[in-house]
């Protein structure tokens, strides 16, 4: 049972000296992550990242499961049938129904504030981690700042890295918070920087924790509406509000996916 809604309302130890005057460096494998960290530190540093987050990053390791993750990416080229039967899609449909029952007057506020309906918060749940079932069991952190060091997305991945070292200078993550491959963190997964600009604290205590399912679904309504989610219409390819969709993430069979599964919750 989720939470009562009660409102919808980051000294880094390696010196700063020659090597971090330069820019940093991207890398293919992990030769070269260390000083490729002094380096962005002055650039994190620059961006308003303090002491703790600092030192978060000093403290990060080069993530070879990230790597390796990253490298062999397959669920998304299957075809929508077979992507939605290796994602569960029919138990995820059975429990969305079963979670937005037992708690309508929770999804009714969300939808009042946001417009976005249950259906549709309840399927990225149920797809990102089984309602919260398994969240990653990587450091967000380290996960994070080795994609930003490695080359192939490294200009993606870094303000993201900025934004998980802002997290914990604010306390809502720390160096050693687990999260999934790609440092996606919480109950739906919100990549860091994201994580920063739309997280909202949907209970009301003050703080905005994402593996709190209140401040998580609330966090998830706000990203969308915040990328133009229009209340009322409707949200299959070719409606108003499959672009938003596809906001969240930029797979073709994930986006087709969530729009079918959360029509059905929602059915």
Same mark, same amino acid.
């Given at each position: 049972?989720?939470?009562?809604? $009660? !409102?919808?309302?980051?000294?880094?130890?390696? !010196?700063?000296?020659?090597?971090?005057?330069?820019?940093?460096?991207? &890398?293919?494998?992990?030769?070269?992550?260390?000083?490729?960290?002094?380096?962005?530190?002055?650039?994190?540093?620059?961006?308003?990242?303090?002491?703790?987050?600092? /030192?978060?990053?000093?403290?990060? =390791?080069?993530?070879?499961?990230?790597?390796?993750?990253?490298?062999?990416?397959?669920?998304? $080229? +299957?075809?929508?049938?077979? @992507?939605?039967?290796?994602?569960?899609?029919?138990?995820?449909?059975?429990?969305?129904?079963?979670?937005?029952?037992?708690?309508?007057?929770?999804? /009714?506020?969300?939808?009042?504030? +946001?417009?976005?309906?249950? *259906?549709?918060?309840?399927?990225? %749940?149920?797809?990102?981690?089984?309602? *919260?079932?398994?969240?990653?069991?990587?450091?967000?952190?380290?996960?994070?700042?080795?994609?930003?060091? #490695?080359?192939?997305? !490294?200009?993606?991945?870094?303000? %993201?890295?900025? *934004?998980?070292? $802002?997290?914990?200078?604010?306390?809502?993550?720390?160096? !050693?918070?687990?999260?999934?491959? %790609?440092?996606?963190?919480? %109950?739906?997964?919100?990549?860091?920087?994201?994580?920063?600009?739309?997280?909202? #604290? *949907?209970?009301? #205590?003050?703080?905005? #924790?994402?593996?709190?399912?209140?401040?998580?679904?609330?966090?998830?309504?706000?990203?969308?509406?915040?990328? &133009?989610?229009?209340?009322?219409?409707?949200?299959?390819?070719?409606?108003?509000? @499959?672009?938003?969709?596809?906001?969240?993430?930029?797979?073709?069979? +994930? =986006?087709?996916?969530?729009?079918?599964?959360?029509? $059905?919750?929602?059915?």
């Amino acid at each position: 049972m989720l939470p009562s809604f $009660k !409102s919808l309302a980051l000294g880094f130890g390696l !010196s700063l000296g020659a090597t971090a005057a330069l820019a940093a460096q991207c &890398g293919n494998t992990s030769a070269g992550f260390d000083a490729w960290k002094a380096a962005f530190a002055q650039e994190a540093k620059s961006a308003g990242v303090g002491q703790r987050g600092l /030192q978060a990053l000093a403290q990060a =390791q080069y993530a070879k499961r990230t790597i390796a993750a990253d490298r062999n990416q397959k669920s998304f $080229k +299957y075809s929508l049938e077979k @992507f939605m039967q290796v994602r569960g899609a029919n138990a995820i449909i059975s429990q969305g129904r079963k979670r937005k029952a037992q708690n309508m007057a929770y999804f /009714q506020a969300i939808e009042q504030q +946001y417009g976005v309906p249950a *259906g549709v918060i309840l399927a990225i %749940h149920g797809m990102e981690t089984g309602f *919260g079932g398994f969240m990653g069991d990587s450091s967000v952190v380290s996960a994070i700042v080795t994609l930003s060091f #490695d080359c192939r997305r !490294s200009d993606f991945f870094k303000p %993201h890295a900025i *934004g998980a070292l $802002k997290l914990v200078d604010r306390g809502s993550i720390t160096g !050693s918070t687990k999260g999934a491959k %790609h440092g996606e963190l919480g %109950h739906t997964q919100f990549l860091p920087g994201n994580a920063l600009k739309y997280g909202v #604290d *949907g209970n009301g #205590d003050g703080r905005v #924790d994402f593996y709190n399912q209140t401040d998580a679904l609330v966090s998830t309504a706000n990203f969308l509406r915040q990328k &133009g989610w229009k209340p009322g219409q409707g949200y299959q390819p070719g409606q108003p509000n @499959f672009p938003v969709i596809q906001a969240w993430n930029a797979a073709g069979v +994930y =986006q087709k996916a969530i729009a079918i599964m959360a029509a $059905k919750i929602d059915g």
